[in-house]
């Protein structure tokens, strides 16, 4: 168990809808990350959030958003759903925000109907 | 922006033979960290590689950091059932925590 905490762990919805995951970081970490791996790909990085405040941004669509609450929980909010967005989105946390390990949640399969 | 490469993508083995999986960069690293993810697990984080010529053991696993600092190994010496699952290398930036993921090596082994 890594700490990491995402909801749901399934989303099944139709094209053109909107969806928020969402995550709870380890306690203590101040830094999550959100990435998209589809079936048999690599990891995508998304968005990288510290202490509320957004630090690196990766190849995210402008359909999606995220945000870090002050409770350091996120959400990251996909709308305009096409079938191509059906993949596995994990969250991840560290304490910093700078050459720290990575602790994934067990992520949020996002299938697009 | 950065860029990892990754081989072999796929790699099969009998139990007991060995296994490298490899990672390039184009670009001089900070840092290299390398994570499993087991099938239908999320990714499991094993080390992180700093120095220049760096090589750190854990068990039956060697990771390499290259002189240059632009490329990273795995090796894996009597491969057991266990070590299924996918490797990934991550490039680290000195801008935020950013890691690049390098497309994984995906290990089989056969008993």
């Known amino acids: 168990d890594s700490g990491v905490t995402q909801t749901p762990k399934h989303l099944i919805t139709a094209t053109g809808q909107r969806v928020t995951l969402r995550c709870s970081p380890r306690?203590?970490?101040?830094?999550v990350y959100w990435y998209q791996q589809s079936l048999d790909q690599g990891l995508q990085f998304l968005i990288q959030?510290?202490?509320?405040?957004?630090?690196a941004k990766g190849n995210i669509l402008e359909r999606f958003s995220a945000q870090q609450f002050p409770d350091l929980h996120s959400e990251l909010n996909l709308s305009s759903l096409e079938l191509g967005d059906s993949a596995l989105y994990f969250c991840?946390?560290?304490?910093?925000?700078?050459?720290?390990?990575?602790?994934f949640g067990d992520g949020t399969r996002l299938s697009i109907l | 922006g950065q860029q990892v490469m990754q081989i072999p993508q796929y790699q099969h083995v009998q139990e007991g033979e060995d296994f490298t999986t490899y990672c390039n960069s184009s670009t001089t690293l900070s840092n290299i960290q390398w994570y499993k993810q087991r099938p239908g697990g999320h990714p499991v984080f094993l080390i992180q590689l700093v120095k220049s010529g760096e090589v750190k053991k854990q068990k039956r696993l060697t990771f390499q950091f290259g002189e240059a600092k632009k490329n990273s190994s795995l090796h894996i010496t009597a491969t057991q059932t266990t070590d299924v699952g996918t490797y990934f290398c991550a490039a680290g930036s000195n801008a935020g925590n950013m890691l690049t993921f390098g497309g994984g090596t995906r290990l089989m082994v056969k008993p």
């Open positions: 959030y510290y202490n509320g405040e957004e630090r």
């Open positions: 306690s203590g970490d101040l830094s």
């Open positions: 991840a946390s560290s304490v910093y925000p700078e050459m720290e390990p990575q602790h």
